[in-house]
């Protein structure tokens, strides 16, 4: 995933590292979501954040698999206003209208079909 300053050793990349978040997700999403191929330094100070605020890896696993729980993640059910929707690395790490960080709601199933 380019270039990376993450101090670690050859392989699988050390867990709470910006590298580490990028290849779980890669791993992890659904087929329809987007690879991140880049890790920039403004996607490195997103990541870097969001791992402070959530450390533990299998709460980020929990967040990529469940895009594969929702139609609406995946692009296969739009809305009004989100015809061309699909969710990416850099969506997840952002807040919604309502200030709250998407990847919360995904985590905690907002966006699961029923």
């Known amino acids: ?44 100070v997103k990541a870097t954040k969001y791992l402070a605020m959530f450390p533990d890896r299998e709460w980020w696993e929990e967040v990529f698999v469940n895009t594969k729980r929702s139609k609406f993640l995946r692009g296969l059910k739009n809305s009004p206003g989100h015809e061309h929707f699909i969710v990416d690395f850099d ?14 709601k995904v985590h905690d199933g907002k966006y699961a079909d029923p």
Request: some cysteine; hydrophobic content about 30%.
């Open 1 to 44: 995933v380019g270039n990376d300053d993450d101090v670690e050793t050859p392989g699988t990349p050390t867990w709470g590292t910006p590298r580490a978040l990028v290849e779980l997700y890669n791993a992890e999403t659904a087929d329809e979501c987007p690879e991140v191929r880049t890790l920039s330094p403004a996607r490195r």
């Open 91 to 104: 969506w997840l790490l952002s807040k919604g209208k309502d200030q709250s960080e998407n990847c919360v």
